[in-house]
Every structure is written in C-alpha cells, then in structure tokens.
C-alpha cells in the first residue's frame, strides 16, 4: 500500500506521468494543494517520444499554471533549437566569424514541383511577436523530465498499472486499483543503472502475475492523464450512456515513417536538396498523402508519410511490405520522382508504421456526447479528445485542460467542496462546457487541415487558437 497508513486517502491522484498529468501536478502544487500522488505504468521513465511543438496557448497555459515550469520549459526548448555557444570569448569570437548566425529556421510547405506554398518561422521571437507568447521544440522525454524534476520525488511512481477505477458512493473518496510488479526497482528517476536499461525486462504485468501485486489507491478526486487509450475512460464508460466511446476511433490517417537513410547516391540527395530542401532541415510535401521529409546533422535523410489508409491496409506490415505499400499510394498521386526513389531505398529495417486515432470531442448526435467525467472522476487530454498530431495541438490542448481542472479543483479545495459531490459535478461540467468547443473546433482542423488553405483561414485558426486570452477563460470558470 502506498502512503503511511492503509487507509491514506489523497486530495488528488493523478493518472499518467507524461507531460500533461505533472503539468496537472506542479499546477496543484502551486495552489497549496500538497496531498497529490503521480502514477504511470511504465516500468521506469525511458527516453522514449518524438519531438514535440510546444505553441503559444500550451506555453501560456503552462505559464499560468507554473511560472517556473514554463521557464525551464522554454530554456529546454530553446536550447534544442539553438545548441549552446562557447563561453569563451576568443573562441565565440572566432566560431561567430565561421558559422554566422543564421536566419531563425522556417517550416516550408510545398507543392510537388518544389514550390513554397506557405512558410513558418520556427523561432521563439516571431511567434512572441505576432501571438503573444513564442514557441519551442522540445523532446517528449526532456519535456516529462523538466517537469518530473519540478515535484517531489517521492510523489511520482512508475509500475503502478491501472486497471481499475471505482467510485465508491458510500465513501467519501474514489479507488482506483494498480497492478505493480515486485521484482523491479520502481525509481521513475532511473534510467541506467548497473549499465543495464531498467525497461529491459519483460513488460506483460499479467504473465507475471505470481511476481506482481494488486496495491489500492484512494482519493477525493482522479486526473485521468492516461493518454488516448486511456484505461480510465474504458472503466468509467463501460456498461454506461457512453459505452461506444470506451476506446478510440481510427481517424482514417497513419503514418509510414523511415527515421533515416543513409545510402543514397550522390546525385540523388542533390537533386532531393535543391528541388526541396534547400536551406531548411524539414519541409513538407503535398496535401494528400503528405510527406515530412528532413535531413538529420552528418547528412542522412528521413521521412514521415500521412496517408489515408483502411486500418486493415497496415495489418501485419513492416519493413518492405510497408515500403511497397508507400509507393502504391504514391503512385496514385504522381508523386515527384525524387522522392519516391528515395522511399525505395529506405532501409527495411528502420521502416516503422503508426495508425493515427482519435477521441471525438464532439459526435454528430448531440444527444450522446461522451462525457469526460463521471464523479470524482475527470478525463483531460488525450484521455479526452485525443487526435491526429497534424496541427501540433495534441500536448498544447492538454496543458489547456490542466490549467482548467487546476483552477476548478483549487477552487473545490478552497470552498472546503471535497464532500459535495454536487458541486464537484458542477466544476466538472464547467470544465467540460469551456474545452468542449474549441476542441471540437480544432480536431476539426487537424482531420482537414483547413487553416493551411488560405492565409484568410490561417490567420483566424492563429487567432482563435494561439492568441486565446486566458483571464477571460479562468474568470469563466471560477
């Protein structure tokens, strides 16, 4: 059991230790409320994640909900962008001299014969300029880890596997129950140890179960942050209104991926550079399908396709079943040349594949919209309204959520409210009422993309999205 006693119960546990679930935290934190837990289910916190685009309302609300975060946040990302200088003065002065400073890099968009549709400057200051606040690029891992390092150790646990939420009516609290296995050394710092990676053991807790242990946790209120299949949504919504909801949908989107491509004939990486690349180390190519193609520091080459692919087209694929499957789609829409003779010569082996899902905010019969609580239960993120990661929103749209939730739940806190189920239904659906239309407004966006067809429909996605004012929305809440 974890806690002093048996019968410890929290304020708050927190379900999911990525990004958004210790935003929720340190944001709690902050308005005094001390007595939180953080589970996660993974064995030990690994490097794992892609990079992510934090925009103007995520880095807003991350500023709202913790000053400190957001300025280790920023300093993180920026210093991805901008690789450390020299302290040196001499040596600055001379490394100045050699490697100019460059114009702030640039998202290019084009057409298939190399022509720029549309250019976005990926620094900090321009999105200051225009939006209010600027925008960073900053890995999953060293994202979770800028944040894990903000909260006390002891209150964020790793192998701690949910499978259980219950919202015990007679008591003043909720329990969830977690499967945890005794043979691992649960320290969610720990990443090598003994020259060993602590994630190398096997990962199916059920198989294990002789080595394993059902430990019970109990809390005033639950933060389901556990992503887009999130186990607490399944639980809540099973057997209820909402039952069709329990797992997510495919968004009819996937991914094929190739992260790197080294053995490319000269001529060919010219050609692919001068038509493409160019100066940029990332540009994107066409509308549908869609290629993300960039060039890694040493030269290689990578790529990731958006297709609209049936689900069942993916099954059992991988390696050159999927590199043939790219260039059949590819083949459908007169792809450049260049570029399909580069998918040809992807590695079969660093070929990877990712159906996108989605958890619809809204579904087209009003009457049976999914709720995102259930009691002392509350979904946020993409345990709420997960979605395809085309328009960048998915962590930025979760540091939203947590910022709402922080502010009902500190306010649940500071009217003495833990007991009234009435008016924590209320703050609950408060939450619910504000997020619901500009997600649904934004998933939206991402499964169309129509704000990247005119400069008209860019301009009002930017000021609807990025430049979103924040006391109005808390005032609206409280």
């Known amino acids: 059991m974890i806690g002093n006693h048996p019968m410890d119960i929290y ?28 589970i996660d289910q993974t064995r030990a916190f690994r490097q794992v994640g892609q990079v992510l685009d934090l925009l103007p309302n995520g880095l807003k609300a991350l500023k709202y909900l913790d000053n400190q975060a957001y300025e280790e946040v920023k300093k993180t990302g920026m210093g991805f962008m901008n690789p450390p200088q020299s302290h040196d003065d001499k040596n600055s002065e001379i490394s100045q001299k050699q490697n100019p400073p460059k114009n702030s890099p640039k998202w290019i968009y084009k057409n298939f014969q190399g022509q720029i549709i549309r250019s976005i400057p990926l620094g900090f200051d321009h999105w200051l300029k225009n939006h209010g606040e600027g925008r960073v690029s900053i890995a999953w891992y060293n994202l979770q880890t800028v944040l894990r390092n903000l909260l006390p150790q002891d209150i964020v646990k790793a192998n701690h596997r949910c499978v259980n939420v219950v919202d015990e009516l007679e008591n003043e609290y909720a329990r969830i129950d977690c499967i945890c296995n005794q043979q691992i050394k649960a320290n969610p710092y720990a990443y090598w140890e003994d020259g060993q990676r602590q994630d190398d053991q096997p990962q199916d807790l059920d198989n294990n179960s002789q080595k394993s242990i059902t430990k019970s946790l109990r809390a005033k209120l639950i933060v389901a942050a556990d992503g887009i299949n999130s186990t607490i949504r399944r639980v809540i919504y099973k057997d209820s209104f909402y039952s069709d909801f329990a797992q997510p949908e495919y968004s009819g989107f ?96 660093n070929m990877q594949q990712r159906p996108y899902y989605i958890h619809r905010a809204t579904t087209p019969d009003t009457k049976t919209q999914p709720s995102w609580s259930a009691g002392r239960v509350v979904l946020v993120g993409d345990a709420a309204h997960g979605m395809p990661p085309f328009m960048a929103q998915g962590a930025n749209q979760g540091f939203e959520d947590a910022l709402a939730v922080t502010a009902l739940i500190a306010n649940i806190a500071e009217t003495n409210n833990w007991d009234n189920r009435e008016a924590i239904a209320t703050a609950f659906k408060k939450y619910e009422d504000l997020r619901r239309p500009i997600m649904t407004y934004i998933q939206r966006a991402t499964l169309t993309r129509f704000p990247q067809s005119s400069d008209e429909e860019w301009n009002k996605y930017g000021q609807q999205v990025y430049q979103r004012n924040f006391d109005q929305l808390i005032a609206a809440l409280l």
């Open 11 to 38: 304020d708050v546990v927190i379900v999911g230790a990525g990004p958004i679930g210790l935003a929720t935290a340190i944001g709690l934190r902050k308005r005094g409320i001390e007595n939180i837990l953080v």
């Open 254 to 349: 996937a991914a094929i991926s190739c992260r790197e491509i080294t053995d490319i004939p000269h001529e060919l990486q010219t050609q692919i550079a001068e038509q493409f690349l160019q100066d940029s180390p990332i540009v994107t190519i066409g509308d549908e399908p869609r290629m993300m193609l960039f060039r890694r520091p040493g030269n290689p080459f990578g790529y990731i396709l958006h297709l609209a692919l049936p689900c069942e087209s993916l099954e059992g694929k991988s390696g050159s079943s999927l590199i043939n499957l790219a260039l059949e789609e590819l083949a459908k829409v007169d792809f450049p040349h260049v570029l399909k003779e580069l998918v040809r010569l992807s590695p079969p082996t």
